[in-house]
């Protein structure tokens, strides 16, 4: 079952379900950081941050963030990798609305959940190249 996360200009995210037509829809806020050299973070919505425990997940430690971002995108090991992954589900979905997504797939019996990604060329997230 496919869910689009739709993230705009200012990182507001919009997510939809096809399967689930235009009333199963979600809003969500994400915090946009600057890092060095032009690179920009996500973060998870400041009414979130009180329930993070992760150093990655209160988005101020910059030089932690980037640091290990370039570690994982250049194949080093990082002793952080792992909260790095929980870094970006935090910024992106959060455990309320993973709970929601996997409601919904169940009650479609589901086998699969798909999250599907989409937003500007122009936006650079995590410095995501478009090949472009």
Known sequence: MRFLFTIDEIWHITITCPV???AWRYERSMRKIEGNGGKTFPAPPVEAL???ACLLCLGD???LIQ???EDISMKRQSAH???FGHYLFES???ETLWKIIKDT???EQASLIELALSWSSTEKICHV???R
């Open 61 to 63: 430690n910059i030089p």
């Open 50 to 52: 009180a329930t993070h």
């Open 67 to 69: 640091d290990t971002y």
């Open 92 to 94: 992106l979905i959060g």
């Open 105 to 107: 797939a169940e009650q």
């Open 20 to 22: 689930k037509g235009d």
């Open 81 to 83: 990798m792992k909260e």
């Open 129 to 131: 190249s478009t090949g």
